[in-house]
């Protein structure tokens, strides 16, 4: 039995998502610790191969992490018979190409979401590579965190009993970059380079809906823009043109109904930056990225709508924390262990590129219920 040494060209590590959580936190951790051992007692070791368009960057993070390969030609390393797999995390707007020339090359592909600019080109895309055989993945990291990891585990021993609704808060203010530097990049707030909160978010919510609940049947929105002016990383002042907050109504098959309201321009008064409130005829619970309380029916407070008098009910004492009961690892670490476990021996992966383009999907129906104002109901995408 010996070690599987598996190329990994990855595009966009230069960025902070690409960096920290892909590169440091994933794949290095992974090859750090000698490979991901297998069922027969091999073990598969990542070799990362970084790609981007600064070439001095690419060489600091390459010395600093002890990593031999890197290039700015995208095309030379995909050529290259040592790397099997293509990874993404470049802005939106400059995935889709590298991604079908990377499909072309006959390597397989695990991107981040949204897997290109419109639902048609992510279909495209997933069509692609099913034609030609390839193992094909989309980041969907909440999924693997440990506060939604309990939830499911709620989900799937039937505590909720029928669920009912969900109701979801995420965000946070980013700074305009005036007088403290923004902690998103400028592009975010540019809807002509693929930003906006309904591109970046929406995905996110379709996935954690699907898997979690069911599949998402109609979309009702509401966007806005509330911060039309921000300042860019040079300091300079531009107009946003795209939304930076928006308010969704979902409508989940089986008649589960679920809002959530994302938001860049709001200031956080919640336990997580993200939280989902999950209510059932059985009992109710309420998940971040890492915890998870829950209150059963048995221990449902009688609350009683008083306005005269101060409500003498501590709401928040009367949930229970679930327990870990088991080791959490990182979240976008565990899924590419899933995903190379997928490509050296087959196993299931149900985060493919059909998958991201429901996602794209759910995101280009919230921006036309909003520009519209009418409700919009998904149909069914297959390849």
């Not at 299931?348 to 519209?372: I, K, N, V, W, Y």
Request: hydrophobic residues 40%; aromatic residues 8%; negative net charge.
């Amino acid at each position: 039995m010996g070690d599987h040494v598996l190329g990994v060209a990855m595009n966009g590590v230069t960025g902070r998502m690409g960096y920290r959580q892909h590169l440091t936190r994933s794949v290095l951790a992974i090859r750090d610790a000698g490979g991901l051992e297998l069922a027969d007692g091999s073990r598969v070791v990542p070799r990362p191969v970084l790609v981007g368009r600064s070439e001095r960057k690419l060489r600091e993070i390459a010395e600093r992490h002890d990593i031999e390969d890197w290039s700015t030609d995208l095309d030379s390393v995909l050529s290259d018979p040592s790397v099997s797999i293509y990874f993404d995390a470049q802005i939106t707007h400059a995935r889709e190409a590298a991604v079908r020339s990377a499909i072309a090359a006959g390597k397989h592909v695990y991107v981040e979401k949204p897997t290109a600019a419109t639902l048609d080109a992510s279909l495209e895309l997933a069509e692609l590579a099913r034609r030609a055989g390839l193992c094909n993945g989309v980041v969907q990291d909440k999924l693997f965190l440990p506060g939604l990891l309990k939830l499911r585990r709620l989900v799937e021993s039937g505590f909720f009993g029928r669920v009912l609704s969900v109701r979801g808060e995420f965000g946070y203010w980013v700074f305009e970059g005036d007088w403290q530097d923004g902690q998103r990049p400028s592009w975010n707030y540019r809807a002509e380079e693929g930003g906006g909160i309904v591109l970046d978010m929406f995905p996110h919510w379709h996935y954690v809906l699907e898997h979690l609940f069911g599949p998402v049947r109609s979309v009702t929105a509401r966007t806005a823009t509330h911060i039309p002016t921000r300042w860019d990383e040079n300091g300079e002042p531009y107009e946003a043109t795209a939304d930076d907050a928006a308010y969704g109504i979902f409508e989940l098959e089986g008649g589960v109904v679920a809002q959530i309201n994302s938001s860049w321009s709001v200031r956080v008064d919640r336990d997580e930056l993200v939280e989902f409130q999950v209510d059932g005829t059985h009992g109710s619970a309420v998940a971040g990225l890492r915890s998870c309380r829950v209150q059963h029916r048995s221990t449902t407070p009688k609350a009683v709508w008083d306005p005269d008098k101060a409500d003498p009910g501590r709401y928040r004492a009367q949930w229970e924390e679930v327990p870990d009961n088991a080791d959490f690892p990182n979240g976008f670490r565990a899924q590419w262990e899933l995903f190379l476990r997928h490509v050296v021996q087959g196993t299931p992966f149900p985060h493919d590129l059909l998958s991201g383009a429901r996602g794209l999907q759910m995101a280009e129906a919230g921006l036309l219920s909003a520009a519209t104002g009418r409700t919009v109901e998904l149909k069914e995408v297959a390849l």
